[in-house]
C-alpha cells in the first residue's frame, strides 16, 4: 500500500529553520514525482514545492517552487531512504501552516507539479508554526 509520512514540523522563531521529511513506502520514491503544499486556517492548499523525477526526460530532476519561498526552501531526495525533503531557512510568521507531501499517479511537468490537482497520494500533514 503505498503511503507517505510526514514529520519534522514545531514551532520556531522568526528566521528560523526547520526541515521536513516525507517517507514513502509501498512504492520506490525515486520514479515518482514529490510535491510539497502547505495550507494554513482559512485559506486554500498552496504548493511549496516540488521535484519532478518520473519519465519525462526533459524535466528529469526539475525542481519548482512557489515564488513566496524561492531562495528560502530547498526540496532534495534521498532515495537511499525513499525520503523527500524540505530544508526551510528564514522563516516568516507567514508560513504558518500544515504542511502536506504528495505523489501522483501520472508524470508531471515541472511547470505544473506546483498545482494539488495533480496528485493522488497524500500524507496526514505535519504543522508549523512561526511565532515569536
Known amino acids: 500500500q503505498l503511503q507517505l509520512v510526514e514529520s519534522g514540523g514545531g514551532l520556531v522563531q522568526p528566521g528560523g529553520s526547520l526541515r521536513l521529511s516525507c517517507v514513502a513506502s509501498?512504492?520506490?520514491?525515486?520514479?515518482?514525482?514529490i510535491g510539497w503544499f502547505r495550507q494554513a486556517p482559512g485559506k486554500e492548499r498552496e504548493g511549496v514545492s516540488c521535484?519532478?523525477?518520473?519519465?519525462?526526460?526533459?524535466?528529469?530532476?526539475?525542481?519548482n517552487y512557489a515564488d513566496s519561498v524561492k531562495g528560502r526552501f530547498t526540496i532534495s531526495r534521498d532515495n537511499a531512504k525513499n525520503t523527500v525533503y524540505l530544508e526551510m531557512n528564514s522563516l516568516e510568521p507567514e508560513d504558518t501552516a500544515v504542511y502536506f507531501c504528495a505523489t501522483s499517479r501520472r508524470s508531471l511537468l515541472s511547470s505544473l507539479c506546483l498545482f494539488p490537482g495533480q496528485y493522488d497520494y497524500w500524507g496526514q500533514g505535519t504543522q508549523v508554526t512561526v511565532s515569536s
Open positions: 509501498g512504492f520506490t520514491l525515486d520514479y515518482y514525482d
Open positions: 521535484i519532478v523525477s518520473s519519465g519525462i526526460s526533459s524535466s528529469f530532476g526539475s525542481t
